[in-house]
């Protein structure tokens, strides 16, 4: 990667025009591998290159902003107090100074010499993030792979439970008695989450919130569909396919009524209890 070598300043750095086309590479002569590339559009971004094994690894480390104090560095721990990793801003395309790039190449040139590689270990986690499945996503393989093959009486009710507690109320659907459908008071709306963003603190916060917006029976029910639906996938009962196969052949509806709470919801049928009594732990979520 052929490239200028310069001493790297804010006064250089700023100095340097944009290319007419194509990109240009400027090397730091006060730390190996650290480089700077600059687009015709004027961004410029820092880099760490290097050759491992002969075989040449690019991991950017930010974006140099020319209006930051030189004095600047990479906070040491984070707002709880805990140590704070600087490989913990690969990927995210900070802001730096020198200063701060530097101290980064450093730290990401020494995981390179651990056998890691951050910037790569990044892009997989993002990858992984985006093919994860949704909420509304797990919803869907608990209704067609659990609820439907097996004829619960309950599937369309908790179809409804969901888009009132967790999801989106279509706007103008009407209930059988003409009154249109709404949103619950204290629901939320978690179609688009990936599951492992939704922590047991989110939902014991919902459930308090529905529980005083509605009832405890309302915080259970949401409860249920979350819990059932996640307990499914880890019990590999459901795909864990992103895009629902073809919905089975529908089975002649049973005339007898059964409550949410025998056929969802792993409780007993006395009256639901208030919220603190509900127990919602971590091994419930993935």
Request: proline content about 9%.
């Amino acid at each position: 990667m052929a490239s200028e070598k310069i001493e790297f300043t804010r006064a250089s750095l700023t100095a340097i025009p944009p290319p007419d086309e194509g990109r240009v590479y400027v090397r730091d002569t006060g730390q190996s591998g650290l480089v700077l590339d600059i687009t015709p559009k004027g961004t410029k971004i820092f880099q760490l290159y290097r050759k491992i094994g002969g075989r040449p690894i690019r991991c950017v480390l930010g974006r140099f902003d020319p209006d930051m104090a030189d004095s600047r560095e990479l906070p040491k721990t984070q707002n709880n107090g805990k140590p704070l990793d600087p490989l913990a801003y690969v990927g995210n395309t900070p802001h730096l100074n020198v200063r701060m790039a530097r101290a980064l190449a450093v730290a990401v040139s020494a995981a390179l010499d651990r056998g890691e590689n951050p910037g790569a270990e990044k892009r997989e986690q993002r990858r992984r993030e985006a093919e994860e499945l949704t909420l509304r996503q797990a919803f869907d393989r608990y209704y067609i792979d659990h609820l439907q093959p097996q004829a619960k009486r309950t599937a369309e009710e908790l179809q409804e439970d969901f888009a009132r507690y967790l999801g989106t109320v279509t706007p103008g659907q009407k209930k059988p008695h003409g009154k249109e459908r709404k949103k619950a008071p204290g629901s939320v709306d978690w179609e688009s989450r990936r599951l492992s963003t939704i922590k047991p603190a989110d939902v014991r916060k919902m459930m308090a919130s529905l529980r005083d917006g509605v009832g405890p029976r309302t915080a259970k029910k949401a409860w249920c569909c979350c819990e059932r639906s996640i307990a499914k996938l880890r019990s590999g009962a459901c795909s864990m396919a992103r895009t629902p196969p073809r919905a089975p052949p529908s089975t002649p509806k049973k005339s007898a009524a059964v409550s949410l709470r025998r056929e969802s919801c792993p409780s007993s049928s006395k009256r639901f209890r208030p919220l603190p009594s509900i127990s919602v732990t971590s091994s419930c979520w993935p």
